[in-house]
């Protein structure tokens, strides 16, 4: 059995990839507009599995009152209810083809829930049978979206990027000389001005590689170098 870490809810997936099922799609070459089907259990009712007919809404979607962990879904309209979430496909119409995992819901809101992309789950099964657990980037840093408010409250000189309220003491942003009260402006060149954007440059670049970051701190501009780390296990007191 694979070891898997309390917060990374994606490692379960790979119970799934076991399932027999018509083949699995690319996610990558999703269209908005094109034809989806959820499969299920809605509810739990009596008399076997259920399907509902809906779109691609969109694809890349964040849940707004998530963690940065849950970023990149596909959202669809069609119908997901207790029963087919967190496991039960959503399948292409044009080929059968599994293209998500059914997950979440808006419940407040018409026609929005959100699948995990076939691609993301794919990746995250091969860790696992290739490491035992996901293994994540991590460079020890908590940080907010700076907005007016923030920009304002600290008296920043920029109005965007990330504030590091946090940083890990034995973490590679700390030793590479970030503080609290840093504004992360850009990775390696790219522009980076929510958290997602940092999250998105660490797991592009992996384990080990090395990062540029360009910091505002105060009237200076800095530039200083990491080491990306694997995220450390989460320790749960008992």
């Given at each position: 059995?694979?070891?898997?870490?309390?917060?990374?809810?994606?490692?379960?997936?790979?119970?799934?990839?076991?399932?027999?099922?018509?083949?699995?799609?690319?996610?990558?070459?999703?269209?908005?507009?094109?034809?989806?089907?959820?499969?299920?259990?809605?509810?739990?009712?009596?008399?076997?599995?259920?399907?509902?007919?809906?779109?691609?809404?969109?694809?890349?979607?964040?849940?707004?009152?998530?963690?940065?962990?849950?970023?990149?879904?596909?959202?669809?309209?069609?119908?997901?209810?207790?029963?087919?979430?967190?496991?039960?496909?959503?399948?292409?119409?044009?080929?059968?083809?599994?293209?998500?995992?059914?997950?979440?819901?808006?419940?407040?809101?018409?026609?929005?829930?959100?699948?995990?992309?076939?691609?993301?789950?794919?990746?995250?099964?091969?860790?696992?049978?290739?490491?035992?657990?996901?293994?994540?980037?991590?460079?020890?840093?908590?940080?907010?979206?700076?907005?007016?408010?923030?920009?304002?409250?600290?008296?920043?000189?920029?109005?965007?990027?990330?504030?590091?309220?946090?940083?890990?003491?034995?973490?590679?942003?700390?030793?590479?000389?970030?503080?609290?009260?840093?504004?992360?402006?850009?990775?390696?060149?790219?522009?980076?001005?929510?958290?997602?954007?940092?999250?998105?440059?660490?797991?592009?670049?992996?384990?080990?590689?090395i990062v540029t970051l360009d910091l505002i701190r105060g009237y200076r501009q800095l530039r200083l170098s990491l080491r990306i780390a694997e995220m450390p296990e989460l320790r749960v007191e008992r």
């Open positions: 059995m694979a070891q898997t870490r309390p917060r990374t809810w994606q490692s379960y997936l790979c119970l799934l990839w076991a399932c027999p099922l018509p083949g699995w799609g690319d996610s990558e070459k999703l269209k908005i507009g094109q034809f989806a089907i959820a499969i299920g259990n809605a509810l739990g009712l009596p008399g076997g599995h259920t399907v509902s007919l809906g779109v691609i809404s969109a694809v890349n979607r964040p849940m707004p009152w998530a963690t940065h962990i849950a970023e990149g879904l596909i959202q669809t309209d069609a119908a997901i209810n207790p029963g087919n979430s967190g496991g039960p496909p959503l399948v292409n119409t044009s080929g059968g083809e599994v293209i998500g995992i059914n997950t979440a819901i808006i419940p407040f809101a018409q026609g929005m829930g959100f699948s995990i992309p076939v691609n993301t789950a794919r990746n995250v099964v091969e860790q696992i049978l290739l490491h035992g657990r996901v293994i994540r980037p991590w460079i020890g840093i908590s940080g907010v979206d700076i907005n007016d408010g923030i920009a304002r409250r600290y008296r920043l000189q920029v109005d965007r990027g990330v504030f590091v309220v946090e940083t890990s003491q034995d973490g590679p942003a700390y030793r590479s000389g970030v503080r609290p009260g840093d504004v992360i402006v850009s990775m390696d060149g790219e522009q980076v001005s929510t958290m997602r954007d940092v999250v998105r440059v660490l797991n592009s670049r992996g384990i080990n590689a």
